[in-house]
């Protein structure tokens, strides 16, 4: 059975830092592109980060470009959200995402990640 579970989140200063994990099972990673995805309170979500199957093409929404980066570790079947310089509308349900070939996409639980002084 696929499965993603995120995890790394929690309560954060603003200008501090946060890595977020998503841990893959029941498949292959390195059979799909990853990408990271937010929800916002009272808002639809967001793509935040993508990374392609092979690790060598990233994307970034312009919000946070400079500040996140995404990376995956196939051998580890995981794969990470370094996030640097938190802002307070970083504030999030963050989610993990796995596309394959046919457009199939699977989804994680999510992660609370809260930057507030």
């Known amino acids: 059975q696929l499965q993603l579970v995120e995890s790394g989140g929690g309560l954060v200063q603003p200008g501090g830092s946060l890595r977020l994990s998503c841990a893959a099972s029941?498949?292959?990673?390195?059979?799909?592109?990853m990408s990271w995805y937010r929800r916002p309170l009272e808002k639809g979500r967001e793509l935040v980060a993508a990374?392609?199957?092979?690790?060598?093409?990233?994307t970034y929404a312009d919000t946070v470009r400079g500040r996140f980066t995404i990376s995956r570790d196939d051998a580890k079947h995981t794969v990470y959200l370094e996030m640097t310089n938190l802002k307070i509308e970083d504030t999030a349900v963050y989610y993990c995402?796995?596309?394959?070939?046919?457009?199939?996409?699977?989804w994680g639980q999510g992660t609370q990640v809260t930057v507030a002084s």
């Open positions: 029941g498949f292959s990673l390195s059979d799909y592109a």
């Open positions: 990374i392609s199957k092979t690790g060598a093409s990233t």
């Open positions: 995402k796995a596309l394959d070939l046919s457009g199939q996409a699977y």
